[in-house]
């Protein structure tokens, strides 16, 4: 299954994609930062960010779109710009038919480290471990969008990576998830790591309610 995980921003919007087996083994395909300049036209840099995804999904052929949710933040123009690369992603994989998962920040740090606190130096070093990478991706969004599109993968209900069926719509949209799914064969108990991800996210959440995107 080829994942594609975008951390939206307008300055700096990164893309990371992803092959998971099966057995959640996840393998790097490509990893990119899609850049504008903040002295351009607002709409121009939309226009920018839109041309490069499209060009990215049709290129690389992703089954699912992972994206961060955004969040409430002090300083609206960030925020809002955000949300709009994030409307550009979700138009783009719905012209598709692909479906997109979002994920809060917390979820992701707990997926890929087992603690949804952790800084970014921690978030990038698990993402080369898991990837088998010699060196961190750089910029820290590089390595965010690859952390996502792991996140989104190793939250799948299980048999989803191998069948191709696109996960419930309450997996897809983030939230806790249940420590089994359902399949042909009856509720199945969930893998390790999805069982380590829970735990996290919800310990994350009990201490500390997330209020921003993985970027400070």
């Given amino acids: 299954m080829r994942i594609l995980g975008i951390d939206p921003g307008l300055t700096r919007c990164g893309v990371g994609i992803v092959d998971v087996s099966?057995?959640?083994?996840?393998?790097?395909?490509?990893?990119?930062?899609?850049?504008?300049?903040p002295g351009t036209l607002h709409?121009?840099?939309?226009l920018a960010i839109s041309t490069a995804m499209d060009s990215l999904l049709d290129e690389y052929r992703?089954?699912?779109?992972?994206?961060?949710?955004?969040?409430a933040d002090t300083n609206v123009s960030t925020v809002m710009g955000t949300a709009q690369v994030s409307g550009i992603a979700m138009v783009?994989?719905?012209?598709?038919?692909?479906?997109?998962?979002?994920?809060?920040?917390t979820e992701v740090k707990a997926a890929v480290t087992g603690y949804g606190q952790a800084d970014k130096k921690q978030v990038g070093a698990m993402v080369a471990k898991i990837l088998?990478?010699?060196?961190v991706p750089k910029?820290?969004?590089?390595?965010?969008?690859?952390?996502?599109?792991?996140?989104h993968a190793w939250r799948s209900p299980l048999g989803a990576l191998a069948s191709g069926t696109p996960p419930a719509a309450g997996d897809l949209h983030g939230g806790a998830s249940p420590r089994t799914a359902a399949g042909s064969g009856g509720v199945r108990a969930l893998t390790g790591a999805q069982a380590a991800w829970f735990a996290a996210e919800q310990a994350a959440k009990a201490a500390s309610p997330e209020r921003r995107g993985l970027r400070r």
Avoid: K, Q, W
């Avoid at 992703?62 to 969040?71: H, N």
């Avoid at 088998?132 to 060196?135: D, F, K, P, T």
């Fill in 62 to 71: 992703p089954a699912r779109v992972a994206l961060e949710r955004v969040f």
């Fill in 139 to 151: 910029p820290a969004d590089a390595a965010d969008a690859l952390a996502l599109a792991i996140c």
């Fill in 92 to 105: 783009a994989a719905a012209r598709r038919g692909l479906p997109v998962g979002m994920h809060t920040p």
């Fill in 132 to 135: 088998r990478l010699e060196a």
């Fill in 43 to 46: 709409e121009s840099r939309l």
């Fill in 22 to 37: 099966e057995s959640r083994r996840a393998t790097l395909v490509h990893v990119t930062v899609i850049r504008t300049a």
